[in-house]
């Protein structure tokens, strides 16, 4: 899958640097041990973090600016990464959906970056590219029904928007059925190292918990 940043997100945001990740794997509804490392990385991040230290962090202050860079109230529009761990905060359950939704979710909570998950094989065409989100563009967003993503950014594939660091899109969300999977790690705070490393915790678990090799990993920038 070729991943393309597009003039008008290079200029908002010439610090953006996007871990790709492609890899086989097989799905399953919910994984123990995944949940047990799940539940040990929530009651750690309690211990570190507070709803106002938590806007302090880079990957979600960088997410945040970027967002007001683009033309988006961040507090009204939340990026997932925030959403995730301020539930978190709250004391609120998270929300479990399949192990490999579960394996993006902890890898965010480690790193503080929104990923992207896509079927690839719901994608259309061999290419997305990141851009800015238009007034009136449809939009469905996993479990929120229709999404404004106007300033939002957008990675679109050959038929529209899919995926966006507020909300994915339903098209191309991963369900049980997935053999091949696509994570985008967005990473607003241009920080190459830890994306890599977020890049390569997401391979551990893919090998741990998803009969699968790992992938393979690369930056766009």
């Not at 990385?41 to 309690?46: H, L, P, T, Y």
């Not at 939340?78 to 709250?90: A, G, H, M, T, Y």
């Not at 993006?104 to 929104?114: D, E, M, Q, V």
């Not at 241009?190 to 390569?200: D, T, V």
């Amino acid at each position: 899958m070729k991943i393309i940043i597009s003039d008008a997100v290079k200029e908002k945001c010439p610090n953006l640097c996007v871990g790709v990740l492609e890899a086989d794997v097989k799905n399953t509804e919910m994984c123990v041990p995944l949940w047990e490392q799940i539940k040990q990385a929530e009651e750690d991040f309690r211990q570190t973090y507070s709803t106002e230290t938590l806007k302090e962090r880079p990957s979600i202050a960088a997410t945040r600016l970027a967002y007001r860079a683009f033309g988006k109230d961040p507090s009204r529009y939340r990026p997932s990464n925030e959403q995730l761990v301020r539930r978190i905060l709250q004391e609120k359950e998270l929300y479990q959906i399949n192990t490999l939704v579960d394996i993006n979710n902890l890898a965010s909570i480690h790193w503080g970056y929104s990923i992207g998950g896509f079927d690839i094989d719901k994608i259309t065409g061999d290419r997305l590219t990141l851009g800015i989100g238009r007034a009136g563009e449809p939009y469905e967003g996993i479990g929120r029904g229709p999404l404004n993503i106007e300033f939002l950014p957008v990675y679109r594939d050959a038929t529209g928007g899919i995926g966006t660091p507020t909300s994915d899109h339903e098209r191309t969300k991963i369900g049980l059925d997935i053999h091949r999977l696509l994570f985008l790690i967005n990473g607003y705070d241009g920080n190459r190292k830890n994306i890599l490393e977020c890049a390569s915790e997401l391979q551990k678990l893919l090998r741990q918990y998803a009969f699968s090799d790992g992938g393979n990993v690369k930056l766009v920038f």
